[in-house]
């Protein structure tokens, strides 16, 4: 399996949560599959869709999954000592770990060689760390975002690109409308609290 099937066994689960996408294909590949109003797609910032992700889920109580590859992981590997010690039970951060730089033309990455982010985030201290295959992905997330643990799956899958249209919204467009979506849950969440406290 390659990125794009990989995403589209997930599109059930990340329905109507918040996802933060990393910049290129992936971001293209995700809106082509289930676009929705949130998610975030990155458009710049490379190596910085975990530390956006986990900045999220640290200012709301929803769920927040940031949709992350590995070579952009590997631009930022301090990012997973962050992830380590500010420890976030409604962060998931997903590596789809295709061993190459897919979005420039898939050169390979040390994560496809003698690298194991799964290993990287470990030492560096998370404690929730899965690695599992393209055809796991999606009962792994699910498992993990019913745990409520929060924690890094690093999902192996098959370099490989799949034409997917470029993102045409404006990046002033993308934040509005995922802010927007960002406030309704939060709006949400204090109704429900309030409803269960009284």
């Excluded at 951060?93 to 033309?105: A, K, Q, R, W």
Aim: hydrophobic content about 40%; aromatic content about 4%.
């Amino acid at each position: 399996m390659n990125r794009f099937e990989v995403l589209k066994t997930i599109v059930p689960v990340v329905r109507d949560r918040l996802v933060v996408c990393n910049i290129g294909s992936p971001s293209q590949e995700l809106r082509f599959l289930c676009d929705q109003d949130s998610n975030f797609y990155m458009l710049g910032t490379m190596g910085l869709c975990s530390s956006i992700g986990l900045g999220l889920a640290m200012s709301c109580d929803e769920s927040v999954i940031a949709i992350d590859g590995d070579g952009s992981i590997l631009t930022n590997l301090g990012g997973l000592a962050t992830i380590a010690n500010n420890p976030c039970s409604n962060f998931v951060l997903l590596i789809i770990d295709n061993g190459s730089y897919g979005s420039t033309g898939d050169q390979p990455t040390y994560a496809g060689a003698q690298t194991s982010l799964a290993k990287v985030a470990q030492a560096c201290g998370c404690k929730h760390v899965v690695e599992c295959s393209g055809k796991h992905l999606a009962a792994t997330l699910e498992d993990v975002l019913e745990r409520g643990t929060g924690g890094v799956i690093v999902c192996k899958c098959d370099p490989g690109q799949v034409p997917a249209p470029v993102v045409d919204l404006d990046p002033v467009v993308i934040a509005h409308r995922f802010s927007a979506r960002v406030s309704r849950g939060r709006l949400d969440h204090a109704g429900t609290s309030s409803a269960n406290a009284a």
